[in-house]
C-alpha cells in the first residue's frame, strides 16, 4: 500500500503533509504535490495534515479518482523531492482558504 495525492491539491500545493513525512516521499510539481510510490512507508503521518482532504490510501482512493494512482506513481520521480514545509500556492482552483 502507499499514499496518494489527488486533484484537491492542484492549485493548492498544502505542504503540511511533506513537513510530517518521515522518508521525504513527497515531490514538488508547480501546482500540486505527488507521493512517490517506492519511497512511501504507509505510516499515515500525511492524511490528517491535509487541510484539503487530497491524500488517500491506494486501496481508498474514490473511483473518480483512480486515475490520480497512476499519476503519482509515474510523475512523483520526475519532480525534485520535497522535504519540508513551504507557503502554500491558493491558486485560482484552489478549494481551500489562505493561512491566516
Known amino acids: 500500500m502507499t499514499y496518494v495525492v489527488t486533484e484537491d491539491c492542484?492549485?493548492?500545493k498544502y505542504t503540511d503533509c511533506a513537513g510530517v513525512c518521515p522518508v521525504?516521499?513527497?515531490h514538488e510539481l508547480p501546482d500540486r504535490l505527488y507521493i512517490n510510490a517506492e519511497t512511501c512507508i504507509d505510516c499515515d503521518a500525511c492524511v490528517p495534515e491535509c487541510p484539503v482532504e487530497a491524500i488517500y490510501?491506494?486501496?481508498?482512493?474514490p473511483e473518480h479518482l483512480q486515475e490520480w494512482i497512476a499519476r503519482n506513481i509515474e510523475e512523483a520521480p520526475q519532480?525534485?523531492?520535497l522535504s519540508g514545509k513551504i507557503p502554500?500556492?491558493?491558486g485560482p482552483t484552489c478549494k481551500g482558504t489562505p493561512e491566516v
Open 88 to 90: 502554500a500556492l491558493f
Open 10 to 12: 492542484v492549485d493548492c
Open 24 to 26: 521525504e516521499a513527497f
Open 57 to 61: 490510501s491506494d486501496v481508498t482512493v
Open 79 to 81: 519532480y525534485p523531492i
